[in-house]
Protein backbone atom coordinates (compact mmCIF):
# COMPACT_ATOMS: atom_id res chain seq x y z
CA UNK A 1 0.00 0.00 0.00
CA UNK A 2 0.80 3.64 -0.62
CA UNK A 3 1.61 5.49 2.52
CA UNK A 4 3.20 9.13 3.85
CA UNK A 5 6.18 7.94 5.65
CA UNK A 6 8.23 10.50 7.68
CA UNK A 7 11.80 8.66 6.84
CA UNK A 8 13.80 11.49 9.19
CA UNK A 9 12.93 14.80 10.72
CA UNK A 10 11.70 17.20 8.18
CA UNK A 11 11.71 14.70 5.21
CA UNK A 12 8.71 12.82 3.90
CA UNK A 13 8.41 9.79 1.54
CA UNK A 14 5.16 9.00 -0.84
CA UNK A 15 6.24 5.21 -1.15
CA UNK A 16 5.33 1.48 -0.81
CA UNK A 17 5.06 0.37 3.11
CA UNK A 18 3.39 -3.10 4.05
CA UNK A 19 -0.13 -3.96 4.52
CA UNK A 20 -0.70 -3.50 8.15
CA UNK A 21 -1.47 -6.96 9.50
CA UNK A 22 -4.40 -8.20 11.56
CA UNK A 23 -4.90 -10.16 14.68
CA UNK A 24 -8.49 -11.64 15.43
CA UNK A 25 -10.31 -8.72 17.01
CA UNK A 26 -8.60 -6.02 14.68
CA UNK A 27 -10.30 -4.33 11.60
CA UNK A 28 -8.58 -3.38 8.76
CA UNK A 29 -10.08 0.05 7.44
CA UNK A 30 -9.42 1.84 4.17
CA UNK A 31 -8.75 5.44 5.01
CA UNK A 32 -10.67 8.04 2.86
CA UNK A 33 -9.64 11.49 4.56
CA UNK A 34 -7.11 12.41 7.65
CA UNK A 35 -6.79 15.58 9.07
CA UNK A 36 -2.83 16.91 9.33
CA UNK A 37 -3.34 17.93 13.53
CA UNK A 38 -0.46 20.67 14.81
CA UNK A 39 0.37 17.79 16.94
CA UNK A 40 1.89 16.69 13.82
CA UNK A 41 2.95 19.34 12.34
CA UNK A 42 5.56 20.43 15.49
CA UNK A 43 6.17 16.36 15.98
CA UNK A 44 7.96 16.49 12.18
CA UNK A 45 10.87 18.80 13.36
CA UNK A 46 11.80 16.37 16.33
CA UNK A 47 10.85 18.85 18.99
CA UNK A 48 7.83 17.31 20.44
CA UNK A 49 9.70 13.95 21.37
CA UNK A 50 6.95 11.83 19.75
CA UNK A 51 7.19 11.89 16.36
CA UNK A 52 10.71 9.45 16.09
CA UNK A 53 11.46 8.64 12.37
CA UNK A 54 10.75 6.22 10.61
CA UNK A 55 7.02 6.68 11.33
CA UNK A 56 3.23 6.66 9.06
CA UNK A 57 1.91 9.72 11.31
CA UNK A 58 -2.04 10.61 11.61
CA UNK A 59 -4.69 9.93 14.16
CA UNK A 60 -7.59 12.19 12.56
CA UNK A 61 -8.91 9.81 10.08
CA UNK A 62 -12.23 7.77 8.80
CA UNK A 63 -12.69 5.54 6.02
CA UNK A 64 -14.37 1.91 4.90
CA UNK A 65 -13.90 -1.35 6.52
CA UNK A 66 -11.79 -3.47 4.16
CA UNK A 67 -11.27 -6.68 6.07
CA UNK A 68 -11.63 -7.66 9.94
CA UNK A 69 -9.73 -10.64 11.93
CA UNK A 70 -11.96 -13.72 12.39
CA UNK A 71 -13.17 -12.94 16.41
CA UNK A 72 -14.61 -9.37 15.09
CA UNK A 73 -18.57 -9.55 15.64
CA UNK A 74 -21.05 -6.57 14.35
CA UNK A 75 -19.13 -5.25 11.49
CA UNK A 76 -19.19 -5.63 8.05
CA UNK A 77 -16.98 -4.78 5.04
CA UNK A 78 -17.86 -1.12 3.31
CA UNK A 79 -19.00 0.40 6.69
CA UNK A 80 -18.01 3.96 7.10
CA UNK A 81 -16.34 4.50 10.17
CA UNK A 82 -14.06 6.41 12.27
CA UNK A 83 -11.51 5.35 15.46
CA UNK A 84 -10.21 7.21 18.40
CA UNK A 85 -6.91 7.83 18.61
CA UNK A 86 -5.73 5.87 21.47
CA UNK A 87 -5.67 2.35 21.30
CA UNK A 88 -6.26 1.00 24.86
CA UNK A 89 -6.09 -2.84 26.45
CA UNK A 90 -9.55 -3.33 28.00
CA UNK A 91 -8.15 -5.23 30.94
CA UNK A 92 -6.08 -2.44 32.17
CA UNK A 93 -7.22 -0.92 35.62
CA UNK A 94 -7.78 2.74 34.37
CA UNK A 95 -9.93 1.23 31.33
CA UNK A 96 -11.87 -0.37 34.12
CA UNK A 97 -12.63 2.22 35.83
CA UNK A 98 -13.80 3.95 33.03
CA UNK A 99 -10.52 6.03 32.90
CA UNK A 100 -8.88 4.50 29.36
CA UNK A 101 -7.48 7.61 28.65
CA UNK A 102 -5.01 7.03 30.75
CA UNK A 103 -4.11 3.59 30.78
CA UNK A 104 -0.72 2.67 31.60
CA UNK A 105 -0.04 0.78 27.72
CA UNK A 106 -2.06 3.02 25.78
CA UNK A 107 -0.66 3.83 22.56
CA UNK A 108 -1.91 6.99 20.16
CA UNK A 109 -2.01 5.98 16.57
CA UNK A 110 0.45 7.99 14.08
CA UNK A 111 3.40 8.55 17.66
CA UNK A 112 6.84 6.89 18.02
CA UNK A 113 8.19 7.60 21.32
CA UNK A 114 10.14 5.93 23.80
CA UNK A 115 8.23 4.02 25.22
CA UNK A 116 6.13 3.02 21.79
CA UNK A 117 5.89 2.80 17.86
CA UNK A 118 2.57 2.62 15.87
CA UNK A 119 1.76 4.13 12.64
CA UNK A 120 -1.01 5.94 11.86
CA UNK A 121 -3.46 6.72 8.88
CA UNK A 122 -1.68 8.63 6.41
CA UNK A 123 -2.03 5.46 4.63
CA UNK A 124 -3.95 3.67 1.89
CA UNK A 125 -5.54 1.47 5.47
CA UNK A 126 -4.76 1.30 8.86
CA UNK A 127 -5.60 -1.33 11.43
CA UNK A 128 -6.93 -0.74 14.44
CA UNK A 129 -9.29 -3.13 17.50
CA UNK A 130 -12.97 -2.90 16.91
CA UNK A 131 -13.30 -1.53 20.53
CA UNK A 132 -12.39 2.02 19.37
CA UNK A 133 -14.32 1.96 15.85
CA UNK A 134 -17.28 4.18 15.16
CA UNK A 135 -20.31 4.29 12.72
CA UNK A 136 -20.70 7.16 10.96
CA UNK A 137 -23.97 8.59 9.81
CA UNK A 138 -24.94 8.73 6.13
CA UNK A 139 -25.50 12.57 6.45
CA UNK A 140 -21.33 12.96 7.85
CA UNK A 141 -18.91 13.40 5.16
CA UNK A 142 -15.55 11.36 5.35
CA UNK A 143 -13.88 14.58 5.68
CA UNK A 144 -16.36 15.83 8.38
CA UNK A 145 -16.09 12.97 10.27
CA UNK A 146 -11.88 13.14 10.47
CA UNK A 147 -12.88 15.93 12.52
CA UNK A 148 -14.63 14.09 15.26
CA UNK A 149 -11.05 13.62 17.23
CA UNK A 150 -10.31 17.19 18.30
CA UNK A 151 -14.20 17.56 18.47
CA UNK A 152 -13.98 14.28 21.33
CA UNK A 153 -11.26 16.24 22.58
CA UNK A 154 -12.83 19.93 23.50
CA UNK A 155 -15.81 17.28 25.10
CA UNK A 156 -13.38 15.89 27.23
CA UNK A 157 -12.00 18.74 28.33
CA UNK A 158 -15.65 20.14 28.42
CA UNK A 159 -16.59 17.06 30.57
CA UNK A 160 -14.30 18.02 33.21
CA UNK A 161 -14.73 21.65 33.86
CA UNK A 162 -17.68 23.05 35.52
CA UNK A 163 -19.65 25.04 33.66
CA UNK A 164 -22.84 26.80 34.21
CA UNK A 165 -25.35 28.79 32.71
CA UNK A 166 -24.25 32.85 32.35
CA UNK A 167 -20.63 31.76 33.27
CA UNK A 168 -18.09 33.63 31.61
CA UNK A 169 -15.20 31.36 29.58
CA UNK A 170 -11.91 32.26 28.26
CA UNK A 171 -10.44 30.32 25.39
CA UNK A 172 -6.64 30.72 24.68
CA UNK A 173 -5.26 29.84 21.35
CA UNK A 174 -7.68 30.13 18.12
CA UNK A 175 -6.62 27.15 16.62
CA UNK A 176 -8.51 24.13 15.17
CA UNK A 177 -9.33 22.67 19.37
CA UNK A 178 -9.41 26.51 20.13
CA UNK A 179 -12.04 26.86 17.48
CA UNK A 180 -14.11 23.91 17.96
CA UNK A 181 -14.15 24.79 22.19
CA UNK A 182 -15.51 28.27 21.35
CA UNK A 183 -18.68 26.66 19.28
CA UNK A 184 -18.81 23.37 22.11
CA UNK A 185 -19.26 26.31 24.44
CA UNK A 186 -21.67 28.18 22.93
CA UNK A 187 -23.77 25.35 22.29
CA UNK A 188 -23.40 24.47 26.54
CA UNK A 189 -25.28 27.69 27.09
CA UNK A 190 -21.66 30.10 28.11
CA UNK A 191 -22.94 33.35 28.08
CA UNK A 192 -19.43 35.12 26.85
CA UNK A 193 -16.95 33.22 25.59
CA UNK A 194 -13.50 35.51 25.16
CA UNK A 195 -10.98 34.22 21.86
CA UNK A 196 -7.22 34.97 22.77
CA UNK A 197 -5.01 34.55 20.23
CA UNK A 198 -1.79 36.19 18.29
CA UNK A 199 -2.97 36.05 14.64
CA UNK A 200 -5.88 38.07 13.66
CA UNK A 201 -7.55 35.55 11.19
CA UNK A 202 -7.97 33.12 13.55
CA UNK A 203 -9.71 35.69 16.04
CA UNK A 204 -11.78 36.42 12.96
CA UNK A 205 -12.60 32.61 12.81
CA UNK A 206 -13.34 32.30 16.22
CA UNK A 207 -16.27 35.27 16.23
CA UNK A 208 -17.86 34.24 13.33
CA UNK A 209 -18.29 30.83 14.92
CA UNK A 210 -19.40 31.88 18.31
CA UNK A 211 -16.94 33.83 20.32
CA UNK A 212 -18.63 37.41 22.06
CA UNK A 213 -15.31 38.87 22.06
CA UNK A 214 -11.70 38.52 20.32
CA UNK A 215 -8.39 39.72 21.88
CA UNK A 216 -4.74 39.93 20.54
CA UNK A 217 -2.12 40.52 23.34
CA UNK A 218 -0.13 42.50 20.16
CA UNK A 219 -2.34 45.46 20.87
CA UNK A 220 -4.69 44.87 23.50
CA UNK A 221 -5.38 44.88 27.24
CA UNK A 222 -6.16 41.37 27.94
CA UNK A 223 -6.41 41.93 31.81
CA UNK A 224 -8.29 44.80 31.14
CA UNK A 225 -10.48 43.97 28.92
CA UNK A 226 -11.45 40.59 30.68
CA UNK A 227 -11.93 42.40 33.82
CA UNK A 228 -14.16 44.58 31.76
CA UNK A 229 -16.46 42.08 30.78
CA UNK A 230 -16.75 40.89 34.47
CA UNK A 231 -17.46 43.03 37.13
CA UNK A 232 -13.52 42.99 37.85
CA UNK A 233 -14.02 39.56 38.58
CA UNK A 234 -12.38 37.56 35.89
CA UNK A 235 -13.40 34.53 33.88
CA UNK A 236 -15.01 31.63 35.64
CA UNK A 237 -13.41 29.33 33.38
CA UNK A 238 -10.73 29.13 31.05
CA UNK A 239 -9.31 26.59 28.46
CA UNK A 240 -5.39 26.93 27.74
CA UNK A 241 -5.34 25.37 24.04
CA UNK A 242 -2.01 25.84 22.99
CA UNK A 243 0.73 24.84 25.49
CA UNK A 244 3.35 27.28 26.24
CA UNK A 245 4.21 29.75 28.93
CA UNK A 246 2.85 32.33 27.89
CA UNK A 247 -0.69 30.75 26.98
CA UNK A 248 -1.00 29.33 30.28
CA UNK A 249 -0.21 32.70 31.89
CA UNK A 250 -2.68 34.26 30.26
CA UNK A 251 -5.15 31.74 31.41
CA UNK A 252 -4.13 31.57 34.78
CA UNK A 253 -4.13 35.36 35.24
CA UNK A 254 -7.67 35.96 33.52
CA UNK A 255 -9.90 33.55 36.15
CA UNK A 256 -11.16 35.14 39.16
CA UNK A 257 -10.76 33.41 42.63
CA UNK A 258 -11.99 30.10 42.31
CA UNK A 259 -12.17 29.81 38.78
CA UNK A 260 -11.15 26.52 36.70
CA UNK A 261 -8.15 26.23 34.34
CA UNK A 262 -7.99 23.40 31.68
CA UNK A 263 -5.12 22.61 30.08
CA UNK A 264 -5.31 20.88 26.57
CA UNK A 265 -2.41 21.90 24.80
CA UNK A 266 0.58 20.24 24.93
CA UNK A 267 3.31 21.93 22.47
CA UNK A 268 6.19 22.06 25.30
CA UNK A 269 7.44 19.72 27.59
CA UNK A 270 7.32 22.09 30.47
CA UNK A 271 5.87 25.96 31.57
CA UNK A 272 6.19 28.28 33.91
CA UNK A 273 3.51 28.65 36.14
CA UNK A 274 2.71 31.58 38.19
CA UNK A 275 2.66 29.29 40.94
CA UNK A 276 1.45 32.22 44.14
CA UNK A 277 -1.36 33.43 41.65
CA UNK A 278 -2.69 29.61 41.32
CA UNK A 279 -2.16 28.62 45.75
CA UNK A 280 -3.61 32.58 46.77
CA UNK A 281 -6.27 32.19 44.16
CA UNK A 282 -7.40 29.03 45.34
CA UNK A 283 -7.44 28.12 41.25
CA UNK A 284 -8.60 24.80 40.02
CA UNK A 285 -5.46 23.79 37.53
CA UNK A 286 -6.16 20.69 35.72
CA UNK A 287 -4.66 19.02 32.28
CA UNK A 288 -7.17 17.05 30.10
CA UNK A 289 -6.04 14.05 28.50
CA UNK A 290 -7.17 12.87 25.32
CA UNK A 291 -10.20 11.57 24.88
CA UNK A 292 -12.60 8.90 27.07
CA UNK A 293 -16.07 8.32 24.96
CA UNK A 294 -16.86 11.32 23.63
CA UNK A 295 -16.99 10.22 19.65
CA UNK A 296 -21.14 9.60 20.31
CA UNK A 297 -21.44 13.02 21.18
CA UNK A 298 -19.35 14.26 18.61
CA UNK A 299 -20.93 12.10 15.75
CA UNK A 300 -24.24 13.74 17.13
CA UNK A 301 -22.92 17.29 16.83
CA UNK A 302 -22.06 16.97 13.51
CA UNK A 303 -25.26 14.56 12.35
CA UNK A 304 -27.45 17.49 13.50
CA UNK A 305 -26.04 20.58 12.78
CA UNK A 306 -24.59 21.60 16.31
CA UNK A 307 -20.73 22.31 15.23
CA UNK A 308 -19.54 23.67 12.14
CA UNK A 309 -16.19 21.94 11.06
CA UNK A 310 -16.67 23.12 7.22
CA UNK A 311 -15.75 26.27 7.67
CA UNK A 312 -12.29 25.25 9.11
CA UNK A 313 -11.46 23.11 6.34
CA UNK A 314 -8.66 25.20 4.44
CA UNK A 315 -7.69 22.62 1.52
CA UNK A 316 -8.13 18.59 0.93
CA UNK A 317 -5.59 17.06 -0.93
CA UNK A 318 -4.11 13.52 -2.08
CA UNK A 319 -2.28 11.90 0.05
CA UNK A 320 0.67 11.84 -2.59
CA UNK A 321 0.82 15.77 -2.24
CA UNK A 322 1.10 15.41 1.68
CA UNK A 323 4.98 16.35 2.41
CA UNK A 324 3.88 19.52 0.37
CA UNK A 325 1.03 20.62 2.76
CA UNK A 326 3.39 20.15 5.63
CA UNK A 327 5.90 22.08 4.74
CA UNK A 328 3.44 24.55 3.96
CA UNK A 329 1.83 24.22 7.51
CA UNK A 330 4.84 24.18 9.30
CA UNK A 331 5.71 28.22 7.89
CA UNK A 332 4.79 30.71 9.81
CA UNK A 333 2.11 33.37 8.78
CA UNK A 334 0.34 30.41 6.62
CA UNK A 335 -3.21 31.01 7.29
CA UNK A 336 -4.31 27.84 7.15
CA UNK A 337 -6.77 25.49 9.32
CA UNK A 338 -7.36 22.44 9.02
CA UNK A 339 -5.88 20.37 5.67
CA UNK A 340 -7.26 17.02 5.21
CA UNK A 341 -5.65 14.37 3.00
CA UNK A 342 -7.51 11.78 1.24
CA UNK A 343 -5.16 8.63 0.90
CA UNK A 344 -8.38 6.68 -1.46
Not at 92 to 106: E, K, S, V
Not at 154 to 179: F, K, Y
Not at 236 to 262: C, S, Y
Not at 294 to 305: I, Q, S, W
Request: hydrophobic residues 40%; glycine residues 10%.
Amino acid sequence: MKALLLKEYNLFAYEDVPEPELGPHDVLVQVKACGICGSDVHGMDGSTGRRIPPLIMGHEASGVIAAFGDAVTGWAEGDRVTFDSTDYPLNDWYTRQGLYNLGDNRQVLGVSCADYRRHGAFAEYVSVPEHILYRVPDSVSFNQAALVEPISVCLHALDLTPLHLHDTALVVGSGIIGLLMVQILRAAGCHQIIAIDLEDYKLAFAERLGATIALNPRRDDIAGRVRDLTEGRGADIAFEAVGITAAVKTAVENVRKGGTVTLIGNLAPSVELPLQLVVTRQLRLQGSCGIRGEYPAALGMLEKGTINVDSLISATAPLADGAEWFRRLYEPGNNLMKVILNPT
